[in-house]
Structure formats: C-alpha cells, structure tokens
C-alpha cells in the first residue's frame, strides 16, 4: 500500500473527486510517508500498534530518527534526511556501512516539501514562515485516511491492478535489490 494513496489521483478525473475524498497519510505534515510506513511495519512485523511516534533531531532538525523498542531491543530504525547536505552525509555513510537503517525518508527541500523553493515564500524568496504554519494547519484538518481504507486505492487495485495479489500488483509496486559487487574501476560520485 504504501505511496499509492497520492498517486490514484492520475488515474481519477478531478470532476469525480468529491469534498469527503480528499484525505491524507499519517504524520503531521504532508512530506513523505515515514509515519505511515513506520506504523504499518511495526504492526506487520512485530505485532505492535504505534499510535504516535516521536522523531529524534539528530545532528540537525532535518535531519532526525524514529526508533521502535521491543524488550529492550531496537527492532525498527528509520530516518528522515531533508536537504542535500544530509543526503550528501547520509550517501557518504552509506558508502562506508555506517547508516543502518531500515527505511529513509529523502527529500531535497530542507524543512520537507511545504518549505520547496515553488512554495510558501515571500517576493523576495525568503521562506514565508505565517503561510508556512497556515498551510499546515489547513493540512492537518483533512482528514487521516489510510491507503489500505481507501475506496479510491481499493478501486485502484481492483480495476487497474486486477486485485492485491495479483502479478501486476507484484510487477508494478514491488521490487527487489540485490547488491553490487563494487570493481576497481567503479566511478565514485564526489559530493
């Protein structure tokens, strides 16, 4: 389910979309699907309903952890890495193997999407921190739906997908990663 909740919007003619259709993911803003992902694999895999998680900043506010303990043992631990700096150091302690994480969450904008160059800014292209909060809070009034509950996704699956187990599903939303084995004269990004 995860990410297909935004993009059924291409497959619906926006004249078919009602008020009571616009819904969003879990998590406080409206970046990326860290919170919804972390909530359904802590239930998938260890049984456990997380109601709310709590991000820690790590060495900036853009860039900040999400942990889950199971008796006494960090069984789930997921980033969120905003803006190229912490992408440049995330891909560089990757290279190194020492970013173990399960999932991370990356984009380019620091602060997340609302705070995107195309977005809430003053004439003279500083961050417009009043509109900012403001399309925050009109973000956390649209009602929470997830994916899996969605008419629109079921639909989705039913029609387009020819149903959830279906070997489109597996062709088209899975994939699988397998590592690379690295030669001498691999070419090394330089950040």
Same mark, same amino acid.
């Given at each position: 389910?995860?990410?297909?909740?935004?993009?059924?919007?291409?497959?619906?003619?926006?004249?078919?979309?009602?008020? +009571?259709?616009?819904?969003?993911? /879990? @998590?406080?803003?409206?970046? +990326? %699907? *860290?919170?919804?992902?972390?909530?359904?694999?802590?239930?998938?895999?260890?049984?456990?309903?997380?109601?709310?998680? #709590? %991000?820690?900043? !790590?060495?900036?506010?853009?860039?900040?952890?999400?942990?889950?303990?199971?008796? +006494?043992? #960090? $069984?789930?631990?997921?980033?969120?890495?905003? @803006?190229?700096?912490?992408? =440049?150091?995330?891909?560089?302690?990757?290279?190194? +193997?020492?970013?173990?994480?399960?999932?991370?969450?990356? *984009?380019?904008? &620091?602060?997340?999407?609302?705070? @995107?160059?195309?977005?809430? =800014?003053?004439? /003279?292209?500083? &961050?417009?921190?009043?509109?900012?909060?403001?399309?925050?809070? $009109?973000?956390?009034?649209? &009602?929470?739906?997830? &994916?899996?509950?969605?008419?629109?996704?079921?639909? !989705? %699956? =039913?029609?387009?997908?020819?149903?959830?187990?279906?070997?489109?599903?597996?062709?088209?939303?899975? #994939?699988?990663?397998?590592?690379?084995?690295? #030669?001498?004269?691999?070419?090394?990004?330089?950040?």
């Amino acid at each position: 389910f995860f990410g297909v909740d935004l993009s059924f919007c291409c497959f619906l003619r926006f004249d078919e979309i009602k008020e +009571g259709d616009v819904v969003r993911h /879990d @998590g406080k803003r409206s970046d +990326g %699907y *860290l919170e919804h992902i972390f909530k359904h694999a802590a239930k998938e895999l260890f049984g456990m309903d997380v109601k709310e998680i #709590t %991000y820690k900043a !790590l060495k900036n506010k853009d860039f900040q952890e999400v942990t889950l303990e199971k008796d +006494g043992e #960090t $069984v789930l631990r997921f980033a969120a890495a905003y @803006g190229f700096r912490n992408i =440049q150091n995330m891909v560089l302690k990757m290279k190194k +193997g020492k970013f173990l994480y399960h999932f991370v969450e990356v *984009l380019a904008c &620091p602060g997340g999407c609302l705070n @995107g160059k195309g977005q809430a =800014q003053t004439e /003279d292209g500083k &961050p417009d921190k009043a509109l900012l909060n403001q399309m925050e809070e $009109v973000y956390a009034a649209i &009602p929470v739906r997830l &994916p899996e509950s969605n008419v629109h996704v079921q639909k !989705l %699956y =039913q029609d387009w997908l020819e149903g959830m187990d279906s070997k489109k599903v597996q062709e088209t939303l899975h #994939t699988k990663y397998s590592a690379v084995n690295q #030669t001498a004269s691999n070419l090394d990004i330089k950040w």
